[in-house]
């Protein structure tokens, strides 16, 4: 810890060793900020990045130098697909910190591949124009730019969450759920995904369209094959094989039938 | 049940790579610390 008034270093005593400013209350304020920094740490550990966020942010409200909370919210925020926000929080910390900071080798990572900065600004333009088609009731166009969107970069939370709403709308629920399912591998806990998740499951479990299961009083099984949906009537039954040989039994019947008749002369039509 | 204007509301756009400058810049890097001093300025005077 540093003196607010000099910057010198601190020992354990309630005053500055260099300019005897009174540190009790900064003493306690950086101590809350470490407290929060250590509690985001241990949600990002476990993947709740949305609670990480939250305490990371708040402890940078309590001290802006805390170092490594800074770098780790960049982190987190690179992980859930939102690699600006990131980079501006790397920046930051760079600037505020210059020295041995971690925050420059992430950056010099990003920055010294165009081609993925491109790639990135150009998903990014294409959620941003997602979310315009949404607003101006383009959902069909949404769906298929979204789905590019969360092709390109699967990580992006609110892109898979935004697409499920997409298909909750569509009451596509099976789709909606894999969806849900691939934001909550990146962000567990997040109380949209969650959210949409419970709506999912309450209409797959009251029979709603594209369940999966089968019905008891529909014609039709619906269940998923990969990607792909398979609808396909309820009583199939696989019968190539019979017919095959009804087929050459035929065919033979019918050849007989014109030997019969047509090969094998009548007695009348003899060669007299 | 959810409505779906009400969550559209919630999701606002990205910043794009462009915008990332002005957003630095723009941005509130007040903290506790801040307002900290900034008091005992105060209670000096």
Redesign the interface.
Known sequence: MFCYNCGAQLDSTDTCPNCEADVRVIKKIQAVSNRLYNDGLAKAKVRNLSGAIDDLKLSLRYNKMNMDARNLLGLVYFEMGEAVDALSEWVISKSLIPDDNPASEYLRKIQSNNVYLEKLNQTIKKFNQTLLYCRQGNEDLAVIQLKKVVSENPKLVKGQQLLALLYIKEEKYDLAKKCLKAAAKVDKNNITTMTYLQECSEHLKDGGKGSGKEKGDKDTVTYESGNDIIIRPRRFKDNTTLMSVVNILVGAAIGIAVVCFLVIRSPSAGPE | ??D?EE??K??K????????ED??YN?D??????I??EMMKESKK
């Open positions: 049940m959810i779906f969550e559209l919630k999701y756009p990205s910043m794009e790579i462009e915008e990332a957003a630095i941005r890097m007040t903290d506790m610390m801040d900290l001093q």
